[in-house]
Protein backbone atom coordinates (compact mmCIF):
# COMPACT_ATOMS: atom_id res chain seq x y z
CA UNK A 1 0.00 0.00 0.00
CA UNK A 2 1.22 3.58 -0.90
CA UNK A 3 2.15 5.81 1.56
CA UNK A 4 -0.38 8.72 1.45
CA UNK A 5 -0.73 11.57 3.73
CA UNK A 6 -3.06 14.97 3.04
CA UNK A 7 -2.02 18.48 3.13
CA UNK A 8 -2.61 21.34 1.23
CA UNK A 9 -6.27 22.31 0.27
CA UNK A 10 -5.73 25.47 -0.81
CA UNK A 11 -5.92 27.25 -5.05
CA UNK A 12 -7.49 23.20 -5.69
CA UNK A 13 -7.86 22.99 -9.53
CA UNK A 14 -11.83 23.32 -10.78
CA UNK A 15 -12.19 19.80 -11.60
CA UNK A 16 -15.46 17.85 -10.67
CA UNK A 17 -15.43 14.07 -10.39
CA UNK A 18 -16.88 13.83 -14.22
CA UNK A 19 -14.42 15.90 -15.71
CA UNK A 20 -10.77 14.25 -17.12
CA UNK A 21 -7.89 15.46 -15.10
CA UNK A 22 -4.91 17.79 -17.74
CA UNK A 23 -2.31 16.22 -17.18
CA UNK A 24 1.85 17.59 -18.41
CA UNK A 25 4.59 15.10 -18.33
CA UNK A 26 7.76 16.72 -17.95
CA UNK A 27 10.77 14.01 -18.39
CA UNK A 28 13.71 14.31 -20.65
CA UNK A 29 13.30 11.20 -21.75
CA UNK A 30 11.20 10.02 -24.80
CA UNK A 31 10.81 6.71 -23.27
CA UNK A 32 9.81 7.26 -20.18
CA UNK A 33 7.24 10.16 -20.99
CA UNK A 34 5.50 7.37 -23.88
CA UNK A 35 4.40 4.83 -21.37
CA UNK A 36 4.13 7.34 -18.63
CA UNK A 37 1.14 8.57 -21.43
CA UNK A 38 0.12 4.70 -22.65
CA UNK A 39 -0.66 4.36 -18.61
CA UNK A 40 -2.31 7.46 -17.43
CA UNK A 41 -4.42 7.23 -20.63
CA UNK A 42 -5.67 3.77 -19.91
CA UNK A 43 -7.74 5.58 -17.28
CA UNK A 44 -10.96 7.53 -18.91
CA UNK A 45 -10.79 10.25 -16.68
CA UNK A 46 -7.04 11.19 -17.34
CA UNK A 47 -5.83 13.12 -20.09
CA UNK A 48 -2.42 13.62 -21.15
CA UNK A 49 -2.67 17.46 -22.99
CA UNK A 50 1.03 18.30 -23.26
CA UNK A 51 4.68 17.15 -23.06
CA UNK A 52 8.18 18.71 -22.14
CA UNK A 53 11.31 17.73 -22.23
CA UNK A 54 13.37 20.55 -20.18
CA UNK A 55 12.04 22.18 -17.30
CA UNK A 56 12.17 25.71 -18.69
CA UNK A 57 9.25 24.74 -21.28
CA UNK A 58 7.09 23.76 -18.37
CA UNK A 59 5.15 26.88 -17.20
CA UNK A 60 4.49 27.96 -20.35
CA UNK A 61 3.05 24.49 -21.84
CA UNK A 62 0.97 24.03 -18.13
CA UNK A 63 -0.16 27.94 -18.99
CA UNK A 64 -1.01 27.22 -22.79
CA UNK A 65 -2.83 23.80 -22.34
CA UNK A 66 -4.57 24.55 -18.68
CA UNK A 67 -3.21 21.83 -17.17
CA UNK A 68 -4.41 20.59 -13.36
CA UNK A 69 -1.28 18.29 -12.62
CA UNK A 70 2.38 18.05 -13.83
CA UNK A 71 4.07 14.53 -13.32
CA UNK A 72 7.69 16.19 -12.64
CA UNK A 73 11.09 14.76 -13.28
CA UNK A 74 13.69 15.88 -10.74
CA UNK A 75 16.37 15.91 -12.94
CA UNK A 76 16.03 17.59 -16.51
CA UNK A 77 18.35 19.98 -18.15
CA UNK A 78 17.85 23.71 -18.33
CA UNK A 79 16.07 23.78 -14.74
CA UNK A 80 15.67 20.86 -12.40
CA UNK A 81 12.25 20.34 -11.33
CA UNK A 82 12.52 21.66 -8.05
CA UNK A 83 13.43 25.14 -9.41
CA UNK A 84 10.82 24.33 -12.24
CA UNK A 85 8.07 23.65 -9.34
CA UNK A 86 8.81 26.94 -7.68
CA UNK A 87 8.30 29.08 -11.23
CA UNK A 88 5.41 26.89 -11.94
CA UNK A 89 3.30 27.26 -9.18
CA UNK A 90 4.17 31.33 -8.57
CA UNK A 91 2.53 31.89 -12.03
CA UNK A 92 0.03 29.00 -11.87
CA UNK A 93 -1.03 28.29 -7.64
CA UNK A 94 -3.43 25.76 -8.92
CA UNK A 95 -1.69 23.40 -10.48
CA UNK A 96 -0.36 20.30 -8.51
CA UNK A 97 2.63 19.09 -8.91
CA UNK A 98 4.00 15.17 -8.50
CA UNK A 99 7.58 14.50 -8.54
CA UNK A 100 9.37 11.54 -9.93
CA UNK A 101 12.73 10.50 -9.60
CA UNK A 102 15.27 7.29 -10.59
CA UNK A 103 16.32 8.44 -6.37
CA UNK A 104 15.19 7.73 -3.37
CA UNK A 105 17.07 10.49 -1.50
CA UNK A 106 15.14 12.12 1.27
CA UNK A 107 16.67 15.53 0.13
CA UNK A 108 15.38 15.49 -3.38
CA UNK A 109 11.89 14.27 -1.78
CA UNK A 110 12.19 17.25 0.65
CA UNK A 111 12.87 19.81 -1.36
CA UNK A 112 10.05 18.70 -3.62
CA UNK A 113 7.57 19.12 -0.53
CA UNK A 114 9.13 22.36 0.05
CA UNK A 115 8.74 23.92 -3.62
CA UNK A 116 4.99 22.62 -2.92
CA UNK A 117 5.12 19.36 -5.19
CA UNK A 118 2.18 17.05 -3.37
CA UNK A 119 3.14 13.86 -4.52
CA UNK A 120 6.43 12.10 -5.11
CA UNK A 121 6.77 8.89 -6.82
CA UNK A 122 9.91 6.92 -7.98
CA UNK A 123 9.96 5.71 -11.73
CA UNK A 124 10.41 2.30 -10.14
CA UNK A 125 7.02 2.35 -8.82
CA UNK A 126 5.54 4.81 -11.54
CA UNK A 127 3.29 2.35 -12.63
CA UNK A 128 0.03 1.77 -10.20
CA UNK A 129 1.81 4.04 -7.80
CA UNK A 130 1.86 7.14 -9.93
CA UNK A 131 -2.07 6.46 -10.93
CA UNK A 132 -2.96 5.95 -6.94
CA UNK A 133 -1.14 9.87 -6.59
CA UNK A 134 -3.65 11.32 -9.39
CA UNK A 135 -6.50 9.77 -7.42
CA UNK A 136 -5.33 11.17 -3.89
CA UNK A 137 -4.56 14.67 -5.61
CA UNK A 138 -8.22 14.57 -6.99
CA UNK A 139 -9.08 14.14 -3.77
CA UNK A 140 -7.33 17.04 -2.28
CA UNK A 141 -4.53 14.54 -0.38
CA UNK A 142 -0.96 14.38 -0.54
CA UNK A 143 0.78 11.03 -1.99
CA UNK A 144 4.28 10.26 -1.54
CA UNK A 145 4.75 6.23 -2.21
CA UNK A 146 6.31 3.80 0.15
CA UNK A 147 9.98 3.92 -0.93
CA UNK A 148 9.07 8.14 -0.31
CA UNK A 149 7.33 7.96 2.50
CA UNK A 150 9.61 5.52 4.55
CA UNK A 151 12.50 8.20 3.40
CA UNK A 152 10.77 11.34 5.02
CA UNK A 153 10.31 9.30 8.02
CA UNK A 154 14.03 9.02 7.98
CA UNK A 155 14.55 12.12 8.25
CA UNK A 156 12.49 13.48 10.87
CA UNK A 157 13.84 11.06 12.70
CA UNK A 158 17.53 11.53 12.79
CA UNK A 159 17.23 15.15 11.85
CA UNK A 160 17.78 16.10 15.38
CA UNK A 161 19.91 14.36 17.83
CA UNK A 162 16.68 13.14 20.14
CA UNK A 163 14.78 13.35 16.93
CA UNK A 164 11.39 15.03 15.71
CA UNK A 165 9.19 13.06 18.24
CA UNK A 166 8.42 16.51 20.01
CA UNK A 167 4.74 16.14 20.22
CA UNK A 168 4.75 15.29 23.78
CA UNK A 169 5.20 19.34 24.18
CA UNK A 170 2.13 19.71 22.47
CA UNK A 171 -1.03 20.51 24.14
CA UNK A 172 -4.16 18.26 23.48
CA UNK A 173 -6.00 21.06 20.98
CA UNK A 174 -2.41 21.77 19.68
CA UNK A 175 -2.07 17.78 18.49
CA UNK A 176 -5.44 17.95 17.39
CA UNK A 177 -4.80 21.13 15.08
CA UNK A 178 -1.48 19.19 13.93
CA UNK A 179 -3.54 16.01 12.52
CA UNK A 180 -6.62 18.11 11.00
CA UNK A 181 -3.58 20.49 9.17
CA UNK A 182 -1.86 17.32 8.29
CA UNK A 183 -5.45 15.91 7.12
CA UNK A 184 -5.78 18.78 4.68
CA UNK A 185 -7.90 20.59 6.49
CA UNK A 186 -8.47 24.16 6.00
CA UNK A 187 -8.24 26.58 9.07
CA UNK A 188 -12.03 27.79 8.66
CA UNK A 189 -12.72 23.52 8.47
CA UNK A 190 -10.65 23.04 11.01
CA UNK A 191 -12.76 25.85 13.15
CA UNK A 192 -16.12 23.67 12.25
CA UNK A 193 -14.80 20.50 13.19
CA UNK A 194 -12.99 21.69 16.90
CA UNK A 195 -16.22 24.66 17.29
CA UNK A 196 -13.30 26.93 17.71
CA UNK A 197 -12.85 30.50 16.20
CA UNK A 198 -10.96 30.15 12.58
CA UNK A 199 -8.25 33.26 14.41
CA UNK A 200 -7.91 30.32 17.15
CA UNK A 201 -7.04 27.49 14.53
CA UNK A 202 -4.22 30.40 13.37
CA UNK A 203 -2.79 30.71 16.60
CA UNK A 204 -2.42 27.21 17.15
CA UNK A 205 -0.53 26.92 13.71
CA UNK A 206 1.97 29.60 14.41
CA UNK A 207 2.40 28.10 17.81
CA UNK A 208 3.02 24.48 16.43
CA UNK A 209 5.32 25.75 14.09
CA UNK A 210 7.07 27.92 16.60
CA UNK A 211 7.45 24.86 19.00
CA UNK A 212 8.50 22.53 16.17
CA UNK A 213 10.86 24.90 14.65
CA UNK A 214 9.21 23.87 10.96
CA UNK A 215 8.19 26.64 8.62
CA UNK A 216 4.80 25.94 6.63
CA UNK A 217 2.25 23.37 5.54
CA UNK A 218 4.56 20.94 4.29
CA UNK A 219 6.50 20.47 6.70
CA UNK A 220 3.82 20.07 9.68
CA UNK A 221 2.62 17.45 6.97
CA UNK A 222 5.49 15.80 7.06
CA UNK A 223 6.58 15.68 10.78
CA UNK A 224 2.95 14.46 11.62
CA UNK A 225 3.20 11.44 8.83
CA UNK A 226 6.83 10.88 10.61
CA UNK A 227 5.07 10.69 13.60
CA UNK A 228 2.41 8.58 12.73
CA UNK A 229 -0.58 11.04 13.17
CA UNK A 230 -1.66 10.83 9.32
CA UNK A 231 -3.25 7.73 8.91
CA UNK A 232 -4.37 7.43 12.28
CA UNK A 233 -8.23 7.49 13.78
CA UNK A 234 -9.39 10.80 12.33
CA UNK A 235 -9.94 13.83 14.98
CA UNK A 236 -13.93 13.68 15.39
CA UNK A 237 -15.79 16.81 16.30
CA UNK A 238 -15.87 17.68 20.10
CA UNK A 239 -18.95 18.37 21.66
CA UNK A 240 -19.97 21.96 20.24
CA UNK A 241 -19.55 24.81 22.69
CA UNK A 242 -18.78 28.52 22.49
CA UNK A 243 -15.73 29.60 20.14
CA UNK A 244 -12.39 29.25 22.15
CA UNK A 245 -10.90 33.32 22.29
CA UNK A 246 -7.93 33.92 19.88
CA UNK A 247 -5.66 35.30 22.60
CA UNK A 248 -1.73 33.60 22.14
Given amino acids: MGGTLTCRTDDMPSVTPNTALRVLLADDHRLVRDALRLMLEMEPDIKVV ?15 MNVDIVCMDIAMPGMNGIETTEKLLAVMPAVKVIGLSAYVDQRFILDMLQAGAVGYVTKADAGEELLRAVRAVRRQQTY ?31 RQVLQLVAEGNTSPRIAQILHIAPSTVEVHRRNLMRKLDLHNVA ?17 DAVPSRQPEESDE
Avoid: I, K, W
Fill in 50 to 64: AEASNGNDVPHLARQ
Fill in 144 to 174: LCPAAAAAVTGAMRSNTPQGRFRNGHLGARE
Fill in 219 to 235: ELTTYALSCGMVGSQPV
